[in-house]
């Protein structure tokens, strides 16, 4: 009989930082690691969880932990993993430039690495990256404020840019994706940044954190904006959606007298699909972590039989060291329109959730 024994602390820093279940040893076809950045974002949690839920039912035994996101910490976790036995490890960096010795260690013990969702840079022994395809994700978040301001037919408005970590391979590729279909109207005025800020340098958000980007939207809102309206925001993702939206709810937008901006997400996460019901947050960009669960799984289980791991890109994601082996899956834009069918009907979502 297959039996499963989720060993949890009893202290809850320690249950936010490991999260552990392992298989009976009749069932057991070895042990794998998976390293994931945050126990703070729902969606990392899910992942986690997704990741070992589908590994299990492989009957591999799963070492998952979270790091909480203290980047520092997570290179001696997954070291920890493969002293324990672990014969592959799947990494969710909290910082893609933090594991290059951890790596090489990874490489003398012949244990094989996979990326997930986030780009390790700056090794050569990365073996396998599972994401999904990062530039087209900034693409549908482009062109949700292209249409909604109606830019291809004259529109015009002002707009602020928000990219995620710098430290995070995946921003770069959400926000040059995002570029690609918004740096015209702003070379030809349609769009005007009202900070002025555009590269990457001067719009990332460090760790990702919402409450910076808040922050750094309130101290606009009241100088840059206090007698202008502001038509539009490029945000990365849902978590700092949420947060950019609290900072212009709290000057007045929101009303019949001031419409909320157009304000893009990602991630698909449940409070931002409740935000877009409601006509507030106007979208978000759906990255089913199922699918992407199910494939790194599948790449496990390829490695761990002596196979190499099925991929469909070999020239996108180069680490600073190497082309990195990968497999794209493709995103999907949700909005008012569609939320239902692309998040209940899936069953990503059940209608009570929503």
Same mark, same amino acid.
């Given at each position: 009989m297959n039996r499963r024994r989720l060993l949890l602390s009893l202290t809850v820093p320690a249950l936010l930082a490991s999260s552990r279940l392992a298989r009976a040893a009749a069932a057991d076809k070895g042990l794998i690691g998976v390293s994931m950045p945050t126990f703070s974002s729902r969606r990392w949690v899910d992942d986690g969880l997704s990741m070992m839920r589908t590994l299990n039912r492989l009957n591999y035994t799963v070492d998952l932990q979270y790091a909480v996101n203290n980047a520092a910490d997570q290179p001696g976790q997954v070291l920890k993993m493969m002293d324990g036995g672990a014969k592959v490890v799947v990494i969710g960096a909290s910082d893609g430039s933090a594991f290059t010795a951890v790596l090489d260690t990874a490489a003398k013990k012949g244990v094989k690495v996979i990326a997930y969702d986030r780009l390790i840079r700056d090794s050569g022994n990365v073996d396998a990256y599972a994401t999904f395809d990062n530039f087209e994700v900034g693409v549908l978040q482009g062109r949700d404020i292209e249409a909604r301001l109606k830019l291809r037919d004259g529109g015009k408005g002002l707009i602020e840019l928000f990219a995620g970590a710098a430290d995070d391979n995946n921003s770069h590729f959400f926000y040059n994706g995002a570029l690609s279909v918004l740096k015209?109207?702003?070379?030809? *005025? =349609?769009? @005007?940044? *009202?900070? *002025?800020?555009? @590269?990457? =340098?001067?719009?990332?958000t460090p760790q990702w954190s919402g409450a910076i980007a808040k922050a750094r939207l309130q101290a606009m809102l009241k100088t840059l904006y206090a007698k202008r309206r502001l038509d539009a925001i490029l945000s990365p993702n849902d978590n700092t959606s949420v947060e950019l939206l609290t900072a212009l709810q709290g000057v007045g937008y929101g009303t019949a007298a001031q419409p909320w901006p157009v304000v893009t997400g990602q991630d698909a996460e449940l409070n931002s699909v409740r935000s877009i019901q409601r006509g507030e947050q106007s979208s978000t960009v759906f990255k089913d972590t199922r699918q992407l669960a199910v494939r790194v799984a599948s790449m496990v289980d390829e490695y761990m039989n002596g196979k190499p791991a099925t991929i469909n890109d070999t020239k996108t994601y180069n680490n600073g060291v190497k082309v990195v082996p990968s497999y794209l899956l493709k995103p999907v834009f949700v909005n008012k329109a569609n939320w239902q069918q692309v998040l209940v009907e899936s069953g990503f979502y059940q209608q009570g959730q929503i």
């Open positions: 015209p109207y702003i070379d030809s *005025g =349609a769009l @005007t940044v *009202g900070s *002025g800020k555009v @590269t990457m =340098a001067e719009v990332a």
